[in-house]
């Protein structure tokens, strides 16, 4: 059986849980079963089918799956999840294509944008699922693109995609350090091992705002912070995004 289900990355970071342990442990509100494909759908600003997953195991209690808590941005959110059973989705592909946007998903047999769990008619399933075999939709820098850092220079690299890639993370993460550039949070410093290498990643250009090909620079267009610094970067103030420095400030005081 195939599925779509939808995810919010203003609720969860997914995407952060997927590359910290290659599955994450879902809300179960559907009868799913071992070895079912499931399709995440990324919602607003995103809104394309982005992973491919398949349910290794169902009917989870809070008590089996995994501590997630740091990749909730609300606290609430994340004890009131802990009431529902769980399944665990690992991660077969991710991709970033206009494939696998909502209008040519409609196109192909998706009614709607996926809200809770939908099964996927055997069309739909056909289509997404030849997106996926297509190569190369995942390589978002080329190699050669992406130079070695040396202190003070500046490198950019030219992206086709909305979605932040690890190789920038990895060049934004070697230049800052690991620590919140706003708050100063250090996941491993609290929580020993578990917070290892943990830090979100903020892209100071809002991505809903990047076109097509955008020339990113991992120093000045990226900075690390943790999940409440950056859940309130994405807060507004008289219409417009709070930035580094205004949240700094309103740190301090």
């Not at 297509?134 to 992406?146: A, F, G, L, Q, S």
Request: glycine content about 6%; overall charge neutral.
């Amino acid at each position: 059986m195939d599925w779509i289900i939808s995810a919010n990355g203003k609720i969860y970071d997914h995407s952060a849980a997927f590359e910290r342990w290659g599955f994450i442990d879902w809300r179960q509100t559907a009868n799913y079963e071992v070895g079912d494909t499931i399709y995440i759908y990324c919602t607003v600003p995103i809104q394309k089918v982005m992973y491919k997953t398949v349910v290794e195991k169902t009917n989870m209690t809070s008590d089996e799956i995994v501590n997630d808590e740091i990749f909730w941005f609300k606290r609430e959110e994340y004890i009131k999840s802990l009431s529902y059973p769980y399944s665990r989705l690992k991660l077969i592909k991710k991709i970033d294509t206009k494939l696998l946007s909502l209008d040519n998903l409609k196109e192909n047999g998706l009614k709607a944008a996926p809200q809770g769990p939908t099964r996927s008619n055997s069309n739909l399933s056909d289509y997404i699922e030849s997106c996926f075999r297509i190569k190369n939709h995942d390589i978002i820098y080329p190699e050669n693109d992406v130079g070695r850092l040396k202190e003070g220079s500046v490198m950019s690299v030219t992206i086709n995609s909305y979605e932040r890639n690890s190789k920038a993370r990895k060049k934004c993460i070697e230049h800052y350090g690991i620590s919140c550039q706003v708050c100063g949070m250090n996941f491993e410093e609290v929580y020993g091992q578990l917070g290892e290498g943990y830090i979100h990643v903020h892209h100071i250009v809002p991505l809903y705002k990047i076109g097509e090909e955008y020339e990113v620079d991992p120093i000045n267009d990226l900075i690390p912070v943790c999940p409440n610094c950056h859940a309130m970067l994405h807060t507004k103030i008289n219409g417009k995004p709070v930035t580094i420095s205004e949240l700094k400030e309103k740190f301090k005081q």
